[in-house]
């Protein structure tokens, strides 16, 4: 795949991430609905881990580092995205 082709999928992971936040944050989310937000979101982990993959196989010298920072923004975003999750599920429970 060219690391082009990479690069958007990275954005449209990226943007299916903040959709899903989204979702997940919306007062009126029942539980059945957040089960398979939860689903979706460990699928979207891993793509958006796969994807990174590649980027750095694919990447120069002076490109990693940025790719990198923006792996760890992503990697924080995931896990604030994993705790209201949890949270939500914990309280519809």
Do not use: P
């Amino acid at each position: 795949m060219s690391l082009k082709n990479i690069l958007a999928k990275k954005r449209t992971f990226k943007t299916q991430l903040t959709k899903l936040r989204q979702q997940i944050d919306d007062e009126g989310v029942l539980l059945s609905d957040l089960e398979v937000l939860k689903s979706k979101f460990k699928v979207l982990e891993v793509d958006l881990n796969s994807t990174f993959d590649s980027l750095f196989e694919l990447s120069t010298e002076e490109c990693i580092e940025t790719f990198i920072n923006e792996k760890e923004e992503i990697d924080e975003r995931i896990l604030e995205v994993e705790f209201a999750l949890s949270r939500k599920l914990t309280k519809e429970n």
